[in-house]
């Protein structure tokens, strides 16, 4: 053998050296604003999808779903603290006539650690929605009224303490931390005993205010007397919730087909049946691609679509994805589409921007093809409603209907009932991208019930849970 075959090659010496940083002034207010490094959003959207991989996977485990949401509640902390001290030094930067570079950079930040909150509460509503099987008539009556948008830190320990009590006194209960959430707006904390047993928890702490806590306990008691009855008086409404044996159909496949597209190319679009267009942008590719912006020519063709439609006569709405959470109780979260955890990620930070234009006229034309007299079209409603709003002649349609929220779609008949197509059905026409047949089968199971007495109708499918993860 030779010498040259016994060389044996020498690794590199590893190097060790010290480094001293000094924690000045300067330093200190890097960190009290953005709570050191500014973590880039990959990395935000990999703990998301972590969270949200155990929100799914754990979700009948209740010491695992304690684990997860004491860690949201961590990041949930963080991220409102991040928000506010942002807000400050905006202002701060905004007195001392700083640049607008300067002030720019710290609305950057601000908006990445809002979408990151809205991200993570997203998560939580996943939780609850699960945790409550899916009862979307439920889930609406407990996220009426506003709430702040931000955890009471002060009333957080007497939160937690209560949590653990229950959680040791009441061995396998499902348990929410309701602040986690932006749907569970009744009391502190949820609690599912058994199937049909939920318990809602008013925690009071030494420094919660009395008036507060006595319109806090009454609205609780209202709600859920009206849960409890399934219905009763609300806003003036005589309202009933009703069960129908209906199992929601939608066009989930041909949108995750154009989510799968736009992940590839950047962007994507397509047209859903006569009554829909969605657009999808993922800027995690655009910018990985190295340009600034979008294929403007598949918007354009998307636009060219909806733009056809007006220009025929039908009324048309533009929804916005990320708008869903000015107005959450409208339409379930990302968290439970039967999406992947990458994808519902993407949507609820809008990595994954996405557009859907509903056309309202073709809906309605297609339920009337079915044998409902339609009484008044939408274009009847956007009359009605600009005559009550102080703007101008030429606001647009879906401008009209989301400052008049309880304004209807339109109006039908058939036999003795006579039914209005909720406007609130049109943010699920193209957001959760239900099939217009859908509304029909309610529209006819309705129909089977005969008329009744209530003045509106919170409505459960039976098969509501079929459809989400």
């Known amino acids: 053998m030779d010498t040259e075959d016994n060389i044996v090659a020498e690794k590199p010496n590893r190097k060790y050296s010290r480094r001293s940083i000094a924690f000045d002034e300067f330093r200190r207010k890097q960190v009290s604003i953005f709570g050191g490094r500014a973590i880039p959003a990959a990395e935000h959207l990999m703990v998301l999808e972590d969270h949200l991989d155990i ?248 636009a060219a679509v909806a733009e056809k439609w007006g220009q025929a006569g039908d009324v048309v709405m533009p929804y916005i994805g990320a708008e869903r959470y000015l107005f959450v109780r409208n339409v379930a979260p990302y968290s439970i589409f039967p999406f992947s955890a990458p994808q519902r990620v993407k949507l609820m930070t809008n990595t994954l921007m996405t557009m859907s234009r509903l056309n309202v006229s073709a809906v309605t034309r297609y339920i009337a093809s079915q044998g409902w007299t339609l009484v008044h079209p ?28 309880v304004t209807p779609l339109a109006t039908f008949k058939k036999g003795a009932l006579t039914l209005d197509l909720p406007a609130t059905w049109a943010v699920r026409l193209a957001q959760e991208y239900l099939a217009p047949r859908t509304v029909l089968d309610v529209f006819e199971s309705l129909l089977r019930t005969g008329p009744s007495k209530e003045t509106a109708t919170l409505i459960n499918f039976d098969g509501e849970s079929d459809q989400w993860d």
């Not at 939408?378 to 989301?402: G, Q």
């Open 55 to 302: 929100a799914m996977r754990r979700r009948n485990h209740a010491y695992p779903l304690f684990k997860l949401q004491m860690a949201l509640l961590t990041d949930l902390i963080t991220a409102e603290k991040a928000v506010a001290d942002c807000k400050k030094k905006i202002e701060e930067l905004k007195a001392a006539s700083a640049e607008a570079a300067d002030i720019e950079a710290v609305s950057a930040e601000q908006q990445r650690y809002t979408v990151l909150r809205r991200a993570l509460r997203d998560i939580g509503d996943g939780i609850a929605w699960r945790l409550l099987e899916y009862d979307r008539a439920a889930l609406v009556a407990l996220a009426s009224h506003a709430r702040k948008p931000h955890i009471n830190i002060e009333g957080l320990p007497a939160e937690l303490n209560a949590f653990a009590d229950i959680w040791n006194s009441y061995s396998g209960s499902m348990l929410v931390l309701n602040d986690l959430t932006h749907f569970l707006k009744k009391a502190d904390i949820t609690v599912r005993r058994d199937a049909d047993h939920f318990e809602f928890v008013e925690v009071k702490s030494s420094r919660t205010k009395s008036g507060t806590m006595s319109r806090q306990k009454a609205d609780l008691a209202e709600t859920l007397a009206f849960l409890n009855e399934q219905g009763g008086e609300r806003h003036g409404e005589t309202v009933r919730i009703r069960s129908l044996p209906v199992q929601p159909k939608g066009f989930f496949n041909a949108v995750c087909s154009t989510i799968r597209e736009a992940e590839k190319e950047g962007t994507a679009w397509a047209k859903i049946g006569e009554h829909l267009t969605v657009e999808f942008i993922d800027w995690s590719v655009v910018l990985r691609g190295g340009v600034e912006e979008p294929d403007m020519k598949k918007i354009e063709e998307s």
């Open 378 to 405: 939408p274009e009847f409603y956007v009359e009605e409603a600009r005559k009550v709003l102080t703007t101008p002649p030429d606001d647009t349609a879906e401008t009209a209907f989301d400052k008049l929220p």
